[in-house]
């Protein structure tokens, strides 16, 4: 078993853990919902504002409706329920971010104060782009169902 040396970078650590279990839970609840291709963009910075005003609503709506999911499988689907699914994929978009943040931020603190050991600073690194390969992956698999098929692959 390997021992973290600081309280806080175990603290930091345990924090990380429990949001990746919270995503894996909303990440659940989003393919159950079929919420997954709901955000049909992909916009990493400025991706963290959700439609506000009515008219915001609906364009994200209307831009929802030109690909396969809503074509062949919600057709018949309101604003309002579009709202439901939106609100999965946008928490679960919303938690990946803060996720990112909650590694680079505190490594970059410890690092600046020179208080990771080798092989913290190593994990850490691993960590962060292990994340980030996570999410390119995500966005690989969730942009292949936006073309014919509305089913994100989990084998891709």
Known sequence: ??????????FWLLGVMIMIFGIIIIGGITRLTGSGLSMVDWRPLMGIIPPLSH????????LYKSF?????QNATMTLN???????????????????GLALI??????????????WMNK?????IVLVILQRVMGWYMVKSSLID???VSHFR
């Open 105 to 118: 931020i505190p490594y970059l603190f410890f690092l600046i104060r020179g208080t990771l050991s080798s």
């Open 81 to 99: 329920e579009f709202k439901v699914i939106f609100f999965w994929e946008y928490l679960h978009r919303i938690i990946a971010r803060v996720i």
């Open 55 to 62: 008219e915001s609503w609906v364009k994200t709506f209307n």
């Open 123 to 127: 994990s850490a690194i691993s960590m």
């Open 1 to 10: 078993m390997i021992i973290v040396e600081k309280k806080s970078q175990f």
């Open 149 to 151: 098929n509305p089913e």
């Open 68 to 72: 396969p999911q809503y074509q062949l």
